[in-house]
């Protein structure tokens, strides 16, 4: 089992930055692909960005490319997510989410096997 925390969320405004934060505990994320999703207030969760297990290769949704960057630091169990230029469609619960052993980088939601409780992150305009 696997335990994730997010925290980092907050008020901001637009063009601000902040920076998410995903600590897990219970066993290593070394093996797992680690995402991001966000859910915005009356609609579907949606894919944000996420780094395969071996840090080599990432990818985001069309609309945060070139402003959010994810990353991952094993050594501390921990998985980042930089946001910069924000703007009020941004603004959303944001959770951190852990797959299974060794999964590639496409899968879908559904395959990722550990979620956090999430952080709420507000971007005023």
């Known amino acids: 089992q696997v335990q994730l925390v997010e925290s980092g969320g907050g008020l901001v405004q637009a063009g601000g930055s902040l920076r998410l934060s995903c600590a897990a505990s219970g066993r290593t994320i070394t093996t797992s692909t680690m995402a991001w999703f966000r859910q915005a207030p009356g609609k579907e969760r949606e894919f944000v960005a996420a780094i395969h297990w071996s840090g080599g290769s990432t990818r985001y949704t069309d609309s945060v490319k070139g402003r959010f960057t994810i990353s991952r630091d094993n050594a501390k169990n921990t998985v980042a997510l930089q946001m910069d230029s924000l703007k009020p469609e941004d603004t959303a619960v944001y959770y951190c989410?852990?797959?299974?052993?060794?999964?590639?980088?496409?899968?879908?939601?559904?395959?990722?096997?550990?979620w956090g409780q999430g952080t709420q992150v507000t971007v005023s305009s």
């Open positions: 989410a852990a797959s299974g052993w060794l999964a590639p980088i496409s899968i879908p939601p559904r395959e990722y096997a550990y």
